[in-house]
């Protein structure tokens, strides 16, 4: 892919991933990297996190570090203001292919997850999604009937992901099979994963590119303007989209190749280093 973006010259937003980028491998945040967010803001750089979890998760993290600029979640799907707490952007999957995919996971053995804006749902939980959704910070509502969870919301899922930590050949597998035939009917979706065993299934047209766009349009500010970190493949199209890339150096080689730098690892503050970098270039020092 590369990084297809030129830098204005002056960054006035940021936008992170969470998991293995602005957290470490073991989930957990690092005091240089919460100093680095208040360090952004003294700059006056506006932060926002684009992650694939949820609104109800980031809003936590936003009321707790005074963030105050449009979040981007669901791997790109929601822009929500943590001011207002309202939804800034819904972009929803057809219903076709919500079922497509609820089915596809069912019957491949995983219990699907359902995403509104608002909430997630899940229909016949196991230990092991429950797991999954807790370490996320993910608030979820449990489900005993699958065809009245998708009659309630399959009209406003927003997601749809299929979760394992024991059991991610098997996922990846079936994500492989599922794919395929969704390819084969025409059905629009695009599907990705967040992390290792975990799947996230959004709208065609979505990404984490296409929500950092959005809510930098309501900044009104240009993609130049924009830096963004990350680590994963789907970081990648959103690292080359803005102006500055930080991968880390954990990340995925599509995310490295898609970045205009990379900076040290997750358990190392590798993203205290990218914002570093940032203020440094707004004022006139590095490369």
């Keep these: 892919m590369g990084h297809l973006t030129t830098f204005s010259g002056h960054c006035r937003y940021v936008v992170t991933d969470i998991d293995n980028t602005f957290l470490n491998k073991d989930k957990q945040m690092l005091q240089a990297n919460l100093d680095a967010i208040r360090e952004a803001q003294a700059a006056g750089i506006r932060v926002a996190f684009a992650t694939g979890r949820c609104m109800s998760a980031v809003q936590l993290w936003c009321d707790e570090m005074g ?3 449009p979040q981007v979640v669901d791997n790109g799907a929601t822009v929500f203001s943590p001011v207002t707490k309202s939804i800034l952007a819904a972009q929803t999957l057809t219903v076709e292919a919500c079922r497509f995919w609820m089915e596809g996971f069912r ?24 797991h999954q959704l807790d370490i996320h910070g993910e608030h979820y509502t ?11 919301h399959g009209a406003r899922a927003v997601k749809v992901s299929g979760t394992t930590a024991c059991h991610v050949a098997e996922i990846e597998a079936a994500a492989t099979a599922l794919t395929a035939e969704g390819q084969r009917r025409g059905i629009p979706f695009n599907a990705t994963y967040t992390e290792k065993g ?7 047209n979505v990404s984490k590119l296409s929500g950092v766009k959005l809510a930098a349009s309501k900044l009104g500010y240009a993609m130049e303007d924009v830096a963004a970190i990350g680590d994963g493949d789907n970081d990648a199209d959103m690292l080359s989209g803005c102006g500055l890339g930080f991968a880390l150096a954990n990340a995925t080689p599509a995310a490295k190749a898609a970045a205009s730098h990379v900076v040290g690892n997750c358990d190392e503050a590798g993203f205290a280093q990218a ?8 004022n006139g020092i590095g490369n």
């Design 275 to 282: 914002i570093r970098l940032i203020v440094e270039r707004n």
């Design 142 to 152: 449990e489900c005993d009937s699958w065809d009245a969870l998708m009659a309630a």
């Design 198 to 204: 975990i799947l996230v299934v959004t709208a065609a």
């Design 67 to 69: 963030l105050t600029a």
């Design 107 to 130: 019957d491949a053995g995983f219990p699907p997850v359902l995403c509104t804006p608002e909430d997630y749902y899940v229909a016949n939980a196991n230990d092991d999604t429950r």
